[in-house]
């Protein structure tokens, strides 16, 4: 029962702050300039709204897998060796979909937003930036495996020290402020007003992540004096 209640631990602040982005969005979403447009005869709003589900799809399925995981063993027990590796692929086709429909958003909602072309454009890619240095933190001294969350399935990787090269030299919190850039760089790039609407969305929800599901889990994982009060995965 203990773990039971470990799995949904934080998880009623999850769902309030997702109700309160919803019910954020669910006008914005209406308003003229937002449902301007299609891609491939399907409209806009479709896809802003397969962007708000991926998104939530996304980190409902990392919530649970880590928790079952981490209070209880379950995917291991279940699948062995496999289970990371099992739990990753699922992570990154979610991932992979969430990243696209913003981008299949702005593409359906080009143009909508203020400003000239080469000025938008150069201010997508001034965005992008921190972004992709980001990308290349994690791929050069990170680890993907880590990022995706090894630690909840092998308890090895809990006593490697917390990184401080690339990007994290300078940020804590380098996942959750940057990665999301590049959600914000394809809505300037095409001018989209949706899709400026969907990477705020997606910028906003993934620090629930971090509050509800990720900070808790890394304070039980790493421990107070260890994990501090500032600390996270990605470090």
Known sequence: MKGFRLIFEWQWLHALLLAILLAGAAPAARLEGMRFGELWGIAT???FWCAVGFAVAHQVYVWFCWRIQLHG??????FGGSAFHLYAVGF???????????FLVAISNRGTLPGSGPAMKALAVAVLLPSVYLFYSVLRYFSARRAFGIDHFDETWRSKPFERRGIFRWTRNGMYAYGFFLLWAAALWWA?????LAAAFNHFYIWVHYIATERPDMRRIYGEQRFGPAVERAQ
């Open 192 to 196: 989209s007003c949706a899709a400026l």
């Open 73 to 78: 063993s379950w995917l291991t027990r279940g």
């Open 92 to 102: 990154s086709i979610l991932g992979i979909l969430r990243v696209a429909a913003v």
């Open 45 to 47: 709003p479709v896809w």
